[in-house]
């Protein structure tokens, strides 16, 4: 949202403290130096509350990705908070059972499929897009994946790709069902002399065909860029497996009617 928001870490970081009443409790994560300054000058101006709060260690955690630990950090942060200040009923054992066995559709999602293995991350900005680059680099079977990429307008897909290309030699640039979303034709502009191999088509479905065509029954690939695009995706996955599940089903009961 970097019209809206602005495009340096100093703008962004105080259109998002703007947010803060007076007299709040804030809770940060890991921050950038140049962000975190604008925050604390903002709590102090409105006389709030600043906690930090720290990445979550010694247990699993039901969401992919190491940058979830900073994220359940802040949760129990927040947590602790809202007891102490506020009264909320909260357990902490509870809260630890929550992070634990929480899942969140598209974000660091496998899905697996007669078309192969793929991977859905909604990663629609530049910073998004390094942390899945460095969680990539953890899994192996994702290392001759193909990166399936569309972006809305608005975003900054141009450094999304050259981030991606640190990890990516093969992409497949496609449209999202949206009219604010970039087209192919724009994506290619974007993208050239980032990749060793570059295929653009219209759609996802197109997509998926075409990594099922090229590697078999033993693709994968990784679908991100944009929310709007990993849904598509995703609807599109869960629907196959459906069928195929069903049509596993009719077979069987065929096969029992004829015994």
């Known amino acids: 949202h970097e019209a809206f928001l602005g495009n340096t870490l100093h703008k962004i970081a105080g259109e998002k403290a703007g947010i803060i009443k007076s007299g709040n409790h804030v809770i940060v994560g890991r921050q950038f130096p140049e962000a975190l300054r604008v925050i604390r000058t903002a709590v102090r101006r409105k006389r709030g509350h600043l906690w930090k709060a720290f990445a979550v260690s010694g247990i699993s955690l039901g969401l992919s990705g190491g940058f979830q630990r900073n994220n359940a950090g802040m949760a129990l942060k927040a947590a602790a908070v809202l007891k102490k200040y506020f009264n909320f009923p909260i357990e902490k054992d509870r809260s ?32 998004s897009t390094q942390q899945l680059v460095r969680e990539l680099m953890k899994r192996r079977d994702m290392r001759e994946a193909w990166l399936v990429f569309g972006a809305m307008q608005d975003k900054n897909s141009r450094k999304m790709l050259e981030v991606l290309s640190r990890s990516f030699t093969k992409v497949i640039l496609t449209g999202i069902a949206s009219p604010r979303a970039k087209t192919p034709g724009q994506l290619v502009e974007e993208a050239k002399g980032l990749f060793k191999e570059m295929v653009a088509v219209q759609n996802v479905r197109e997509a998926v065909a075409f990594t099922e065509k ?45 015994a």
């Open 214 to 258: 090229i590697s078999g029954p033993k693709a994968s690939a990784v679908i991100t860029g944009s929310f709007y695009l990993v849904g598509e995706a995703r609807k599109l996955l869960k629907g196959r497996s459906r069928h195929n599940a069903q049509s596993a089903a009719d077979f069987t009961r065929t096969k029992a009617d004829n």
């Open 96 to 127: 630890l059972k929550g992070l634990q066995y929480h899942t969140w559709k598209g974000r660091m999602e496998t899905l697996h499929s007669e078309a192969g293995t793929f991977l859905l991350d909604g990663a629609h900005n530049p910073f």
